[in-house]
């Protein structure tokens, strides 16, 4: 089945690391769940994947599904392609989203819509899955949409 | 002052640098241009090759110290070091951990170079053309964050909406840049003026802060300085100038992953900026000139701000090209042209900069000047910073 992407085909696929530390994200997004990691010792809230609690260096991280609604806290637009699937692409926008549902960690995603729309910090915003069934091994990214 | 400060324990005795050329220029390959350098490091101090017994780098420099340690015939390499991580943000750093060599008895003349030829090897600016990615760039390159200038903009879009600054900021440091390029033959941008029109007409690399002219060059070249004790540099030819201070690091959770740094709108300074000032014993208003690496003027402002010569909501009176332009603006900055306009050489450049100008030997020279701030890389972790002074300062 195609599947409709904000970006080109042909851009860096993701893959889970070597060592199984984000597995479990990667796997919840083929599922349309939004994994995030919580400390089991302390309950804070921790992105992107790690081994330990940045607070209080537990061991014990686990992983606790989310809403994905946020606010818009940086983004940005590039216009200069530096790959070559993005080469006749023209501007795109990349937001970082602070989750306050989830103790204000942030996430990359773009932000779906028009490349020349208005952007403003603050705005809030909703997590959209977007498949990619037809790579070589299918993932789906998370993005994020006005709300 | 500390016993343990580097104040004073260390100076430059020697600077030399290759031709710079644009990426893909360079008649020469990389480690042939690193030799260049470190040999004219060598004359211009009046040190015999030979009498080197360190080197130091960071950024994963290519140029391993063991080969050139053998083509120099160098008869007891007792110091040989790497920066950690950090890229460009390594720079005064190498310099810091050379300084400490000596003054820890490990070695007693110590080069500090860098050598970058992007046109033999893969550009800084270019995504990787790997056709899968795992880890931290498994949540950045498939939304198209794969550059440094795409991976460090939404740091600035940040800091410039919290404070309301205006990108005018950005365009008076890259037009300073320039001015001062056009009055140094080294310069690889000498002859190519920039306008105000020009920088307002160029496109939009990542939009809404860098535009073409806010990016660094992406350069082939080498550069090297060399540094030896305070009693030793006394005796040598040139008018040494003096490590007064360095530091480096990075502030709370600076490296967490995927953009969740603490202090995210930030060039990485909120730290390691008072430490520099606490062991070199001065203030910025002390400071007569400085270097601060551009490989974005994003960059430039929030480490500026940093380093802490003016506040944050002060920005839009403050960086403007009259402020910044030598001999005269309240703060010199970039007075050799920069990364943006002599020769991206990874920030090295920018510190032979300053010791040109403690020296008296600038392109631009400011008038008596005594202390040089040297500020490496920002935005990445860790970085690094170095005060320089001459010896009056000490």
């Not at chain 2, 008649?27 to 350098?37: I, T």
């Not at chain 2, 050139?68 to 310099?95: C, E, K, T």
Request: hydrophobic letters at 40%.
């Amino acid at each position: 089945m195609m599947s409709e992407s904000y970006l080109p085909a042909g851009m860096p696929a993701p893959v889970p690391s070597g060592d199984g530390l984000d597995l479990a994200y990667w796997q919840g997004t083929r599922r349309g769940e939004l994994l995030v990691q919580r400390c089991g010792g302390c309950g804070t809230w921790q992105w992107g994947p790690e081994w330990l609690c940045h607070r209080c260096q537990s061991f014990n991280m686990q992983w606790q599904q989310i809403a994905g609604n946020g606010l818009i806290y940086s983004w940005e637009r590039p216009w200069h392609p530096v790959h070559l699937a993005l080469a006749d692409m023209g501007p795109y926008t990349v937001v970082l989203v602070e989750l306050p549902e989830a103790g204000n960690i942030r996430m990359i995603g773009n932000l779906l819509g028009p490349a020349d729309q208005e952007v403003v910090i603050g705005a809030a915003v909703e997590a959209v899955f977007e498949p990619h069934d037809d790579a070589d091994t299918p993932y789906t990214l998370v993005q994020w949409r006005a709300r | 002052m500390s016993g343990r400060s580097i104040r004073g324990k260390v100076a430059v005795a020697g600077i030399g640098e290759t031709t710079y050329y644009k990426h893909g220029k360079s008649p020469n390959a990389e480690f042939a241009l690193a030799l260049q350098a470190i040999l004219r490091a060598c004359e211009d101090a009046g040190i015999k090759p030979q009498e080197v017994d360190g080197l130091a780098s960071y950024s994963n420099d290519r140029s391993d110290p063991s080969r050139i340690a053998a083509a120099l015939g160098m008869p007891d390499l007792r110091f040989s070091n790497m920066q950690w991580g950090g890229g460009g943000g390594g720079v005064a750093a190498a310099v810091a951990n050379g300084s400490a060599a000596i003054a820890a008895g490990y070695a007693d003349c110590v080069v500090v170079f860098r050598a970058l030829a992007q046109g033999q090897f893969r550009r800084f600016g270019q995504g990787a053309p790997d056709p899968t990615v795992s880890g931290d760039a498994a949540y950045m390159a498939p939304y198209g964050v794969m550059s440094p200038a795409q991976k460090y903009g939404m740091r600035a879009t940040r800091f410039m909406h919290d404070y309301g600054v205006k990108n005018d900021t950005l365009r008076a440091i890259a037009m300073a840049s320039y001015q001062h390029a056009q009055s140094n033959p080294r310069a690889v941008m000498h002859g190519r003026p920039l306008d105000g029109e020009t920088y307002d007409n160029s496109r939009w690399i990542v939009e809404p802060i860098n535009r073409l002219f806010d990016c660094c060059q992406e350069n082939d070249g080498a550069a090297a300085l060399l540094l030896v004790s305070a009693e030793r540099a006394k005796d040598l030819r040139q008018k040494p100038a003096y490590v007064l201070g360095a530091a480096q690091g990075s502030d709370h959770r600076c490296g967490a992953p995927v953009m969740n740094a603490t202090n995210f709108a930030s060039s990485s300074f909120a730290t390691v900026a008072p430490r520099l000032y606490e062991t070199a014993g001065v203030s910025p208003n002390d400071i007569d000139v400085v270097q601060s690496y551009e490989n974005f003027t994003t960059g430039v402002l929030m480490a500026v701000v940093e380093h802490g010569f003016c506040a944050p909501e002060e920005a839009n009176e403050f960086f403007t090209l009259e402020n910044l332009s030598a001999p005269t603006g309240r703060m010199p900055l970039n007075t050799s042209g920069g990364n943006l306009a002599e020769c991206y050489m990874h920030g090295l450049g920018l510190q032979l900069e300053a010791v040109r100008q403690i020296r008296g030997q600038s392109c631009n020279q400011i008038p008596n000047a005594k202390l040089a701030m040297n500020i490496a890389g920002p935005m990445v972790t860790p970085v690094s910073s170095l005060i320089m002074g001459s010896e009056e300062t000490l």
